[in-house]
Structures are given as structure tokens and as C-alpha cells.
């Protein structure tokens, strides 16, 4: 496995293990967010399908649940926190 291939199970493992976001695992792995998704949805797929399967339920929670973080986000920039 190369670099590449390597890199997309460590950050799927990140986000199964902290149920984190690809936000969230792009800032710990100090990469854009765009290099997270690509790897955990596009080439983990072909390098670890059962760890894709895994990764790909937390990313479909979070997407169900990111109008709900957004509005908490709003809420406190406006109170001031």
C-alpha cells in the first residue's frame, strides 16, 4: 500500500474511532476537506471495503445531522459565546 492508500484508513479509522466529521479529521490531520472525503469515500473503497461500509454509516449521520450542528453554531455566535 502506498501513502496515499495509507492515509485514507488512518482517517477512516480517526472518524469510526471519535465518530468525528471530516472537518474534524482534516484539522487533526492538518489536510483540506476535500482530501478527507476523496479518501474515505472514493479510494478507501478500493483498498478496505468493509472499513468504507463503516466509515460511510458515520458520514451519513453526520450528513443527517448538519443542519442541526449549523443552527447550534448560529445560535452561539449570536449570543456572544
Known sequence: MGNVENRSVLLAQYIIENKDTVRGAAKKFKVSK????KDVSER???????LH?????????????????GGIATRKKYKGE
Open 34 to 37: 476535500s482530501t478527507v472525503h
Open 44 to 50: 478507501l473503497k478500493k483498498v478496505n471495503p468493509g
Open 53 to 69: 461500509a463503516q466509515v460511510k454509516k458515520i458520514l451519513d449521520i453526520n450528513k443527517r445531522e448538519r443542519h442541526i450542528r
